[in-house]
Each structure stands twice: as structure tokens, then as C-alpha cells.
């Protein structure tokens, strides 16, 4: 049974930074993208960024170009997602995602929440004043 679980979140003051880990296990991440959704109460999930587990050729929506970068240890089995320079507006549950490639068209639907397979809990990261 494949699963993946986040860790890491937590409070910071805005302009901090936080690192969340994701690890995935019961299955071979090879030919998968991984990577990151968040949400807030009220609003649908929104993509922030994946990572081809192959290629190693990262994906992100626009608030997150600059700030957020995502990373892979494919021998563990984790992706990381470094979030830098954090504002109140990124206050959310994050969600770690996997999917195999061919369910986002190997990368041309990274965004559509729809497409991934496995999701996990969620961790709570909030951005304070």
C-alpha cells in the first residue's frame, strides 16, 4: 500500500522560513511526480510545486517562484519543500502528493489536484505577524 507522509510544519513569524518533508513508502518512486498542494478553509486545494521524480525538473505555481524550492533523496524516499521569506497569505494545511508521471501528462497537468493518486494528512504551517 502506497503512502506518503509530511512532516515539518509548524509557526513562524513572516519573513521566516520552514522545511517540510514529505516520505513515501510501498512503492518505487521512479516514473512519479511528487510534490506539494495547500489549502485554507473556504478554498479549494491549490497547487504550489512537484518535482519529477526522473527528470528532477521542478514545477511551480507563481506565488511560489523565488520563495519555494523542491528537492528529492530518492534513496530515502523523501521530497522536501524549502520555503523561504514565508507571508501571512501562506498561512494553509499542506498536503504532500504523488502520482505516477502518466497521470499528469508527465508534468502538463502538475496543477490539477484531481490527478494525484495518493495525498497525504497534511501539515499545518502558519505565518504570524
Known amino acids: 500500500q502506497v503512502q506518503v507522509e509530511e512532516s515539518g510544519g509548524g509557526s513562524v513569524q513572516a519573513g521566516g522560513s520552514l522545511r517540510l518533508s514529505c516520505v513515501a513508502s510501498?512503492?518505487?518512486?521512479?516514473?512519479?511526480?511528487m510534490g506539494w498542494f495547500r489549502q485554507v478553509p473556504g478554498k479549494g486545494r491549490e497547487g504550489v510545486g512537484v518535482?519529477?521524480?526522473?527528470?528532477?525538473?521542478?514545477y511551480y505555481e507563481d506565488f511560489a517562484k523565488g520563495r519555494f524550492s523542491i528537492s528529492q533523496d530518492l534513496p530515502r524516499g523523501t521530497v522536501y519543500l524549502q520555503m523561504n521569506n514565508l507571508k501571512l497569505e501562506d498561512t494553509a494545511m499542506y498536503y504532500c502528493v504523488l502520482t505516477p508521471a502518466w497521470a499528469v501528462t508527465y508534468g502538463g497537468e502538475w496543477y490539477l489536484s484531481d490527478k494525484y493518486h495518493y495525498w497525504g494528512k497534511g501539515t499545518q504551517v502558519t505565518v504570524s505577524s
Open positions: 510501498g512503492s518505487p518512486l521512479s516514473g512519479h511526480y
Open positions: 518535482i519529477s521524480t526522473d527528470t528532477g525538473h521542478t
